[in-house]
């Protein structure tokens, strides 16, 4: 399989509907081999990692982790969905008033 590319490539966010998405139409459009998925909820980044594991996207290095400085080492791409779970209760419109960097995030 031909890649546009052999960089590493991180989605954050992986474990949520958008981000997993994200993750999986990079595979299908042959971005690159070299795939790590970001998430700071572990469950429910290992379920979406077992996923894409049991479709068998041929020639595919995908990693997964919670810890951002091991997502972020070496990625030359950094893709995020840009969401925050929502509580019971909120609306999308309460997530878009949220601010965009929380306390102790992480800057570039």
Known sequence: MEFLTNDKLTIV??????????????????????????????????????ELFHCGFEGMNITFTSDIKEALTGAKYVVSSGGAARKAGMTREDLLAMPLLPKNSVRM
Not at 23 to 30: G, S
């Open 13 to 50: 966010g992986a474990a949520g509907m958008i981000g997993s998405n994200m993750a999986q139409t990079a595979i299908m459009m042959h971005l690159t081999p070299n795939l790590c998925l970001y998430d700071p909820y572990a469950p429910g980044l290992e379920g979406v990692a077992e």
